[in-house]
């Protein structure tokens, strides 16, 4: 399978609106549309299934390339050092290059890295474990700029990665707190103090849930959670994503039929 990235290419003398598809415009569409290119990203030596997951402002991707940790950079691939493990996947980077993931530990499951450049937006660096005292699985997926990074520990305790120590969000807010009864997973973190993921609520149900915190350092206890809701006659949601603005991007429930459908938060609304 090839990955494919897009670029920017001239743009051409439109056709007829009847011969090309239409786009919906999205609120707050932050650029206007473009005509792009598309290149395919070579493979790690050995080849097989690529991904990728993430991109930066400087344009490097992340993701795995026959089952290793994968950095693109100027159409060059580079492995990114491991574990001692049989591979991983990179599922965030931030505008300095650094990037976080997991990545299997010798003779073990997979455990949550960070891996830094020696030199910003380099491809050789250093890889640490968050999780090294974890006998079961960690996985790290999303980071900002400061280096915080936020994942889950055996998909049943949200973490955040600060200081050099990886906190678990139900030991920072232990139950009951807002009405949260636990939280599992934490799946993306933005530069203004925000974190999202799902837990388990109190009166029942899995939700989406922000947490804004007062001081940039989570660890402290200092924020307040936001439940995202659930679309009626649904029973849960999944926030995957939040930008500098807050608005939150992830899935729900969806009544009838029993399905799941992609959401838009926008400052508390669907």
Not at 23 to 50: H, K, M, S, V, W
Not at 149 to 174: H, K, M, R, W
């Amino acid at each position: 399978m090839r990955l494919w990235t897009f670029v920017r290419k001239p743009a051409r003398r439109p056709r007829p609106p009847w011969s090309r598809p239409q786009l919906e415009q999205l609120e707050d569409r932050c650029c206007p549309l473009a005509n792009y290119n598309t290149i395919a990203l070579p493979a790690l030596p050995g080849g097989g299934f690529n991904a990728a997951f993430a991109i930066n402002a400087s344009g490097q991707v992340v993701g795995d390339s026959a089952g290793l940790v994968a950095l693109w950079q100027n159409n060059a691939t580079h492995d990114v050092y491991d574990l001692g493990g049989s591979g991983g996947y990179a599922y965030g980077i931030n505008d300095t290059g650094w990037i976080a993931g997991s990545m299997s530990v010798t003779d073990g499951p997979l455990h949550a890295f960070l891996w830094t450049p020696a030199v910003p937006n380099g491809t050789s660096g250093s890889m640490i474990d968050l999780t090294p005292n974890l006998s079961g699985r960690s996985e790290a997926f999303a980071i900002n700029s400061a280096g915080q990074v936020v994942g889950s520990e055996q998909c049943t305790q949200a973490f955040v990665y600060e200081g050099g120590t990886a906190y678990d969000l139900n030991d920072i807010y232990p139950s009951p707190h807002d009405g949260w009864a636990h939280f599992y997973e934490a799946k993306g973190v933005n530069d203004h103090k925000q974190i999202v993921g799902m837990g388990t609520m109190i009166s029942g149900g899995e939700h989406a849930f922000l947490l804004t915190d007062d001081d940039g350092v989570f660890n402290n206890g200092g924020g307040s959670f936001t439940d995202l809701g659930e679309l009626s006659g649904g029973s849960y949601s999944f926030a995957e994503a939040v930008n500098s603005s807050g608005q939150v991007a992830g899935y729900a429930q969806v009544p009838t039929p029993k399905s799941k459908t992609n959401l838009f938060w926008n400052h508390g609304f669907f």
